[in-house]
């Protein structure tokens, strides 16, 4: 490796050049062609569940991106963002609509796509994401590190899911595997870029830091839906693994360290994946689902 290489780069090679276009760039339908059947020895109420998990997880986080969309430093960030908003609402469909389609139980009384349903008319206790995804960030710099963080666990996690049991699932993180591959790349090249600039951004991200590693603990803390699923779902302690040491090799090119913070404590024995969730939770649904519920039956 040459003087003039940054060691982040090396990251990306496996995905080739194409990893870099977000959601939008082709149409085609990623499920085309699958058999949408649980297949054989997958229990489809767990398969639910693990999806739900999922797909929780990209809506809320899609719409945290969102409220970003006109408050970025440049025009060219705002369509960065605003594309990886979408890729990752994208992700949501897919995932929320397979869960409604492995377990009906799940969905809240109405008509209407299951997806939708699932998005729109659930309450806070019902959500499965972790709690990374709840909160708003306080600045651009707390944006792409929590984005570096939640997308190097995400590409991890469907790097395995695409060879998992269900082709429905291993469809979808087929799709998701390069889009998540931009949002990494994305957010480790602004990591780098304020851990090596300024006193003043260096200073921002340490604070960012700071304010999202307590959050990240959670996303490699093994649920019983995971376990009972066994191959079906991605090991918890392999992705923790792979992402460890995508996160340790940003921060060193940027010169920063790594958190000593402790995680987030759990609300006895429970966190997101169990429905207890932050405070902010409920803000964010409140603006989600504003509109579907004040107009319930309307059709768009």
């Known amino acids: 490796m040459s003087s003039d290489d940054n060691p982040y780069d090396l990251l990306a090679e496996e995905h080739g050049e194409d990893h870099r276009w977000a959601f939008g760039t082709g149409f085609t339908d990623p499920l085309a062609g699958v058999d949408a059947a649980v297949p054989a020895g997958i229990d489809a109420a767990g398969l639910a569940a693990y999806c739900l998990m999922l797909g929780d997880d990209a809506l809320i986080y899609s719409h945290r991106l969102q409220q970003w ?34 377990d009906p139980s799940l969905l809240p009384s109405g008509d209407g796509p299951g997806e939708d349903r699932l998005a729109f008319f659930r309450d806070e206790p ?13 600045d651009f710099a707390e944006l792409v590190v929590r984005l570096l963080v939640f997308a190097t666990w995400r590409l991890a ?11 429905v699932l291993a469809a979808i993180a087929g799709r998701a595997v390069s889009e998540l591959a931009y949002h990494r790349d994305y957010a480790a090249q602004w990591v780098v870029r304020l851990g090596d600039g300024t006193d003043v951004s260096r200073d921002r991200v340490r604070d960012a830091l700071a304010a ?49 913070a402790a995680p987030l404590g759990l609300v006895r024995g429970r966190a997101g994946r169990d429905g207890v969730h932050t405070e902010d939770l409920g803000y964010v649904l409140a603006e989600l689902q504003s509109v579907a519920r004040a107009h319930p039956d309307a059709t768009w």
């Open 69 to 102: 969309i006109t408050r970025l430093p440049e025009l060219e960030e705002e369509t960065a963002v605003a594309n990886i908003a979408l890729d990752l609402l994208g992700q949501a469909r897919l995932l929320l609509a397979r869960a409604a389609a492995a």
């Open 157 to 167: 996690v469907f790097e395995r899911l695409r060879d998992g049991a269900d082709p």
């Open 126 to 138: 019902q959500f499965r994401n972790v709690r990374l995804v709840e909160r708003a960030d306080a």
């Open 212 to 260: 999202v590693w307590p959050l990240a603990d959670e996303l490699f803390a093994r649920h019983p839906v995971e376990q009972a699923l066994g191959g079906v779902a991605a090991d918890p302690a392999a992705v923790r693994a792979e992402a460890d040491l995508v996160l340790d090799t940003v921060l060193s090119t940027a010169g920063l360290d790594r958190p000593s």
